[in-house]
């Protein structure tokens, strides 16, 4: 068993320890509580009130499953001389099982079952992780007490680059962990109850002692503000009603003389029967995607042979008949066909046709005179 883990009493019930090589195995122990003694370097403060402790030294009383850890007054002393009136006349040092030992004092418990390994005292970085090993394992000790554990080790081994070193964590690590030290012991006090967050701690711990309390009374006054804000939104939220839905309309039955409408997925109406329906009479609604409908004939179409080429005679059956206008002569707009067979009907019919300025470029290409321009004109 390594120095300070936890071990079940009952496996270690009249068998033999291993001890140190080359000095006798030890056995389990149970010895008074006047030969035992606790080392002043446990970092843990808060062991519970007389009342927590008196109850687990009766549950002691029944069964101890758990042994404390001691090593002997001449092994502790060897590594701390200046301890020796500390100690006194006991004959063991308790690494591990201090709680313990206080409940059995409480609870009028005389005796108490430990573990003589007398490696943990090979050396002072062995007895002091040997102290912290059961805390820290069992995550009992508080962020202060952590803290106090990790400054001891550098005050004890003279230097945190040892720390760092034993332990394979960085110079860094063990500064942060010793940061918390520098908090008012007001403020230590609420880190160990758990009322101040570690990170909070840590910032406020890198301020000038004068105005910590002003740092976490600033903190908390920011906190309750926040709160405040954040409970006002959700009182909003809960009041404000909430948005009427209006339902989605059942689809409508067709409407059999509503044309089907076109979209970019669904080019062409499926249809039921093979024979083609009947033009809708309405007109059919297109998108970017559909073709254009075909423009619908004039009342009035004109075929292609309808107008004159070179060599072919234009049909003048087709031409349409001319439109009454207003201010037209009567004898122009009693023809029923184009006088294709009476050039000059249909000369004058064209010339009465143009705008003025277009006739008298005709008439002045042609040699007339105003006057004659006038007589034809009328």
Known sequence: ?????????????????????????????????EKLHCTRFNPRRNFGTDDELKEFGEKLKKEQLQPAVVVSRAGYLKLWPDEA???????????????????????????????????????RAHFLDAVQSENNDRQDLDPIERAIAIETMVTELEGADRVAAYYGKTKGWVSQQRKLLKL????????????????????????????QAAAWDEHLERRRLEKEAGARLREQAANQPAPATTPAPAPASPDPEQPPRFTAVNQTPA???????????????????????????TQNPVPDDAVPTEGKEPRADV?????????????????????????TEAGMLLLHKMPPEDRATVYEMLGKDPETQAACCR
């Open 1 to 33: 068993m390594s120095g300070g883990r936890r071990t079940s009493l009952v496996s270690l019930a009249n068998q033999k320890v291993e001890d140190v090589p080359g000095r006798s195995d030890a056995i389990l122990l149970s010895l008074p509580l």
């Open 85 to 123: 009136d500390r100690v006194g006349q006991a004959a063991y040092v308790i690494a591990n099982g201090e709680r313990r030992y206080r409940a059995s004092q409480l609870a009028g418990r005389t005796v108490l079952e430990v573990i003589h390994r007398e490696d943990v005292a090979k050396s």
């Open 271 to 297: 249809r039921e029967s093979p024979e083609p329906a009947e033009e809708p009479t309405r007109g059919v609604r297109f998108t970017a995607v559909n073709p254009q409908p075909e423009p619908r004939p």
């Open 184 to 211: 008012a012991p007001e403020l230590q006090e609420l880190v160990s109850a758990g009322e101040m967050p570690v990170r909070v701690a840590r910032d406020i711990a890198g301020l000038p002692a004068d105005v």
């Open 319 to 343: 031409i349409p008949e001319p439109r009454e206008a207003l201010g037209e002569p009567a004898e122009l707009t009693s023809l029923k066909r184009f006088p294709y067979d009476n050039g």
